[in-house]
């Protein structure tokens, strides 16, 4: 991993919530951007109209990406997360997923509720920003 997370003491532990407060890259790294995915199918066509099934599919969509680049999950700085009419009934899946793929050290996120994505199926979208030594 080229890069460090840390929660400083003195902030709210962001674990639960699914993201860390800060994250530092060393000076050479190599950045690797990915695009906003979602919940698609090899097709490109939303797998389902369930908004769990579809962050679950998005965070595999992520997975694949970056495994194009030599990378995985554990490569992840940021990550920033699109939320179709956003509520707190929202937070759950997304957490379960960012600690079903990095457990105790998330990246940093950013949440932000939106009216609409690309298409009107599309509920839930992740762009991401991973990092190589």
Known sequence: MAHAIVNPA?????????????AAVPAGTELVL????YGSGPDGAVVSNDFTQ????TFHNLGVALAAHGLDLGHVVQLRT?????????????AEAVR??????PPTQTLVGVAS???????????????RS
């Open 54 to 57: 579809q962050v679950k599919q």
């Open 34 to 37: 990915v695009a906003g995915q």
């Open 100 to 105: 079903e793929g990095w457990g105790a050290k």
């Open 82 to 94: 699109y939320v179709v009419n956003h509520d707190v009934s929202r937070l759950g899946p997304i």
């Open 10 to 22: 003195g902030l709210h532990d962001p674990v639960p919530f699914g993201y860390s407060h800060t």
């Open 117 to 131: 994505l690309a298409t009107p199926d599309v509920l839930f979208e992740v762009e991401a920003v991973a990092a």
